[in-house]
């Protein structure tokens, strides 16, 4: 049974930090891509981060600078350090495991930035 768990999720004020975590079973997670998405109320979910296997990273231009998305193959997890967090990153975070089209969805996890 595949199993995407986010947590670290909470309510911060804006400049502060959070990491998030995603804790995987019942995925090869090593050949994973991982990504963390958001989704704000009213809005449709959007990209934030990856790491590909081979540990390459991408992000969103709204958050370039102040994210940071890691992988440790052996406990199976994906990170998401969040720096310099403002209110518009209020949203749900999803972690997401994909493998040659075949997705994988954690249930989320709130953030929510006062200002």
């Known amino acids: 049974q595949v199993q995407l768990v986010e947590s670290g999720g909470g309510l911060v004020q804006a400049g502060r930090s959070l990491r998030l975590s995603c804790a995987t079973s019942?995925?090869?997670?090593?050949?994973?891509?991982m990504g963390w998405y958001r989704q704000a109320p009213g809005k449709q979910r959007e990209w934030v981060a990856s790491i590909r296997r081979d540990s390459l990273t991408n992000y969103a231009d709204s958050v370039k600078g102040r994210f940071t998305i890691s992988r440790d193959n052996a406990k199976k997890a994906a990170y998401l350090q969040m720096n310099s967090l403002k209110p518009e990153d209020t949203a749900v975070y999803y972690c997401?495991?994909?493998?040659?089209?075949?997705?994988?969805w954690g249930q989320g996890t709130q953030v929510t930035v006062s200002s």
């Open positions: 019942g995925i090869a997670f090593s050949i994973h891509t």
């Open positions: 997401k495991g994909s493998h040659y089209g075949d997705d994988y």
